[in-house]
T-cell receptor, first 119, second 113 residues
Framework: AQTVTQSQPEMSVQEAETVTLSCTYD???????LFWYKQPPSRQMILVIR??????QNATENRFSVNFQKAAKSFSLKISDSQLGDTAMYFC????????????????FGKGTKLSVKP | DTAVSQTPKYLVTQMGNDKSIKCEQN?????MYWYKQDSKKFLKIMFS???????INETVPNRFSPKSPDKAHLNLHINSLELGDSAVYFC????????????FGPGTRLTVT
């Protein structure tokens, strides 16, 4: 069974600074997908970034980037130039790769990291 | 236009009652999901439907019964509600192929008193 671990229950960062959220996972699969989702106080789940395990290049989305270390089973999220609107719970998630290029569908989530951006 | 919608957003009810939560997506996706988020914010898959067929059914009490009348809808019916059912329930949808992202609804906060 796959598991996802986020070892930092809470973190804080000053506005405009950089913060890194940690995520490790355990799987015997070789092909899979990894995601970071953001959940602000509004409760809405929003995809931040997605990484395919077969791609060596780290995914980036504007101020968000990941450090994907497949051998170490590590998938950290770096937020640059933190903004007040980045205050949220951040969830790391794993999705198993399925047949015919598909997926097994369900996301396996870590317990989340609560990030506070301070002015 | 709302991509994934859920009704109601808040639901307060008493133990023993039966309630339903509705979910609709207008993204043309073939797969829909129900997740439960507990009071500690932990999210866990409950069910998944692909083209109206159940493909994932995690260990969930059989008081919970999903129903998918068509690809765009996945409803969750809960019988004999218990205090421990209090949580936020999220519906999500995606295309099953290629590990596409899942789009989440706004969640339904269920409170059982």
């Amino acid at each position: 069974a796959q598991t996802v671990t986020q070892s930092q229950p809470e973190m804080s960062v000053q506005e405009a600074e950089t913060v890194t959220l940690s995520c490790t996972y355990d799987t015997s699969e070789n092909n899979y997908y990894l995601f970071w989702y953001k959940q602000p106080p509004s409760r809405q789940m929003i995809l931040v970034i997605r990484q395919e395990a077969y791609k060596q290049q780290n995914a980036t989305e504007n101020r968000f980037s990941v450090n994907f270390q497949k051998a170490a089973k590590s998938f950290s999220l770096k937020i640059s130039d933190s903004q007040l609107g980045d205050t949220a719970m951040y969830f790391c998630a794993f999705m198993k790769h399925g047949n015919y290029g598909g997926s097994q569908g369900n996301l396996i989530f870590g317990k989340g990291t609560k990030l506070s951006v301070k002015p | 236009d709302t991509a994934v919608s859920q009704t109601p957003k808040y639901l307060v009810t008493q133990m023993g009652n039966d309630k339903s939560i509705k979910c609709e997506q207008n993204l043309g996706h073939d797969t829909m999901y129900w997740y439960k988020q507990d009071s500690k914010k932990f999210l866990k898959i409950m069910f998944s439907y692909n083209n109206k067929e159940l493909i994932i059914n995690e260990t969930v009490p059989n008081r919970f019964s999903p129903k998918s009348p068509d690809k765009a809808h996945l409803n969750l019916h809960i019988n004999s509600l218990e205090l421990g059912d209090s949580a936020v329930y999220f519906c999500a949808s995606s295309r099953l192929l290629l590990g596409y992202e899942q789009y989440f609804g706004p969640g339904t906060r269920l409170t059982v008193t």
